[in-house]
C-alpha cells in the first residue's frame, strides 16, 4: 500500500485491525465482519509503525506479556526469539536494542498467534541495511507459508521486491489497486506512481 503522508494509510489499517470505526464504510477482514471482530482479531497480526514495546523489559519479558494477552503459551515466545534471530539477546532489556532489533521484535510480537493475515505499517523506517534485508527475507518467508500481508511502505524497492499487488491511496481514497505490472509497470516505479498520485490532485 503506497500513498503520500496524510493520505489515511495508517487510519485504513488502525480500521481493519479494529481499532477505529468507520462512519460510511464497513469492511470484511478474513470474512469477518465487524460484529465478529473478536474472532478474526484471534487470526490477525499488526506491526505498527510506532514501536509499540516496553523499553525497560526483556524481549523475552516483552513477548511473553503480549503472548498473556492472547492467551498463548510461554513457549511461542522461544519461537517467535528464534525464529526473529534474537534468542541470544532475550533477556536483555529493550532500550539497550538497536533501531533494527526494535523492529524485529516489534515484528515478532505480531507474529506471536501465528496470525493468517499480518499487516505491517513501514515496518523498516529507520533501520540499517542489514536489518532491512532480514525484514524481507523473514517476510518473503511468510509470504511462501501462505500468510496474507499488507503492506504500508514510502519505498519503491520494496514494493518491487516484496509485493504482488499494489494499492495506491490520496486523500482517503484508494485511486488504484491491482496486480503489480498493472498499476506500476515494470520500468520507472516511481513515475507511474505519480502520476496515479497526479491524476487525483487534478480532480
Not at 534468542?87 to 515484528?107: I, Q
Request: neutral net charge; contains cysteine.
Amino acid at each position: 500500500m503506497l500513498g503520500p503522508n496524510g493520505a489515511g494509510k495508517t487510519t485504513l489499517i488502525s480500521f481493519l485491525c479494529g481499532q477505529v470505526e468507520g462512519k460510511y464504510r464497513t469492511a470484511k477482514v478474513l470474512g469477518f465482519g465487524r460484529d465478529e471482530i473478536r474472532t478474526y482479531k484471534q487470526r490477525l497480526g499488526y506491526a505498527p509503525q510506532e514501536i509499540a514495546l516496553f523499553p525497560t523489559l526483556s524481549a523475552r519479558e516483552n513477548l511473553n506479556f503480549f503472548g498473556r494477552l492472547l492467551d498463548l503459551p510461554r513457549h511461542e515466545s522461544d519461537r517467535v526469539l528464534d525464529w526473529i534471530g534474537l534468542s541470544e539477546r532475550a533477556d536483555d532489556a529493550v532500550h539497550t536494542f538497536s533501531g533494527g532489533m526494535k523492529r524485529r521484535l516489534n515484528l515478532g510480537v505480531a507474529l506471536l498467534n501465528r496470525p493468517d493475515l499480518l499487516i505491517l505499517d513501514e515496518p523498516t523506517v529507520g533501520v540499517d541495511p542489514q536489518s532491512r534485508n532480514f525484514i524481507f527475507d523473514k517476510i518473503l518467508e511468510l509470504k511462501k507459508e501462505g500468510v496474507t500481508l499488507i503492506y504500508s511502505t514510502h519505498y519503491f524497492e520494496e514494493v518491487k521486491r516484496l509485493c504482488d499487488s499494489v494499492g495506491i491511496m490520496v486523500k482517503g481514497r484508494m485511486v488504484a489497486h491491482g496486480p503489480f505490472n498493472e498499476i506500476l509497470g515494470s520500468e520507472s516505479l516511481e513515475h507511474r506512481y505519480f502520476e496515479w498520485v497526479g491524476q487525483e490532485a487534478l480532480e
